[in-house]
């Protein structure tokens, strides 16, 4: 498996939504891999929710959450930063569940209906 330290490839810039899109770039470069990429916080620190959301919660919007945690394992994360990172990808991937809804024809937040009964 290919092994990535955060305080390597981002050094200090773990902050911004531009330090986010860095990170991003760096893991969609690494995205058809067949093995998947471990992405190492150790010594890292980030709490940032702007960081998180530009590189982990864009992938959750763009790829479906099971195929982005078989691509990406992260380790050794603070458990705060993994609550933080956690709840940004969750609700990212509520939004983008709910955005297939709409695109689909479901009226936003309201189930589909089954088109032979109309319910």
Same mark, same amino acid.
């Given at each position: 498996m290919n092994r990535l330290y955060l &305080? %390597?490839?981002c050094k200090d810039s773990r902050v911004t939504r *531009? /330090?986010?899109e860095a990170l991003r770039d760096v $893991? %969609?470069?690494h995205w058809s891999d067949v093995e998947p990429l471990i992405? /190492? #916080?150790e010594g890292a620190a980030i709490a940032s929710? =702007? #960081?998180f /959301? %530009? =590189?982990f919660g864009a992938l959750a919007l763009r790829y479906p959450l099971a195929e982005? &945690? *078989?691509r990406i394992k992260v380790e050794n994360i603070a458990p705060e930063d993994r609550r933080l $990172?956690? &709840?940004l990808v969750r609700a990212r991937q509520r939004e983008r569940d709910s955005s297939a809804k709409v695109l689909q024809g479901a009226p936003h937040g309201q189930p589909e209906q089954d088109p032979e009964s109309g319910r």
């Open positions: &305080t %390597e490839v *531009r /330090d986010g $893991l %969609e470069a992405l /190492d #916080f929710a =702007s #960081f /959301d %530009e =590189s982005v &945690t *078989r $990172l956690n &709840t």
